[in-house]
């Protein structure tokens, strides 16, 4: 840092010069711990934090933990391990310090394309079947045939992974009742959409992989591809049912 104003020019321009140069040199550390999404900690990946030009790499050891140093500034924040889905996080970083982050989740890439739910230790494929339609002269009533998956509990993470399609987010959950319904459409007197529709919290994880999150009660549901309209007449989906 230049500390006077008062000095001949060719004094300041040696200031400048020496405190690039530190500055260059002048690194921080950010420490953490790689995780999968069951919670156990991700050996062996490779952690990437490039800022300013530069590149520094590190590696998690056994328990997941990571330690890399930066370069203040804008910096990108890799994680890379073969068979699970990259993870990139940008900071803004304008000092050298010691830096700890919360657990980074890395995501395990599903054997193939469909929704899985994710278990204590594994995935859970959800099965994949249809549905139809049944038109009278006042409704058409959409039923989905088929077995569903079973998973217990109440607050239920489901990964969805397309390989046919970047666009993870077109599904529509209906809960399906005891006839196996999930509702139907009316015409008479008025036409109704009387589907029983349900939430869930999507999040982003990759273009082609993303983070559904439940909070329901026991009984079976439908992941629709798209949605039930009027003009369905059958199609696909994926069926599950939740017990306590």
Known sequence: MVRKLSVFVITVMCIVVVSTSVRAFDTGTIKGRVIDGFGKPI????????????????????????????????IKLSFLRDGYVP???????????????????VWKIPPKGGLFIVGEGEYIEINRVEYYAESGSKERRFYVKGNPTVAKGKNIRIIDFQTDNP??????????????SVGSITFYPTQKYVLNTEEDTFSKIADNVGLRKLNLPPGRYFY?????????????????????
């Not at 629709?224 to 306590?244: D, H, Y």
């Open 43 to 74: 050996p062996s990946a490779t952690i990437t934090v490039a800022s300013n030009g530069s590149k520094m790499n590190a590696t998690s050891d056994t328990n997941g933990v990571f330690s890399i140093g930066y370069s203040p500034g804008n």
């Open 87 to 105: 993870v990139y996080i940008p900071l803004s970083l304008d000092e050298s310090t010691d830096l700890s982050v919360d657990d980074i989740t």
């Open 167 to 180: 666009l993870v987010v077109g599904k529509t959950l209906y809960s399906v009742d005891a006839k196996g």
């Open 224 to 244: 629709c591809t798209g949605e039930i309209t009027i003009r369905s007449k059958n199609g696909f989906g994926f069926f599950f049912e939740i017990t306590s």
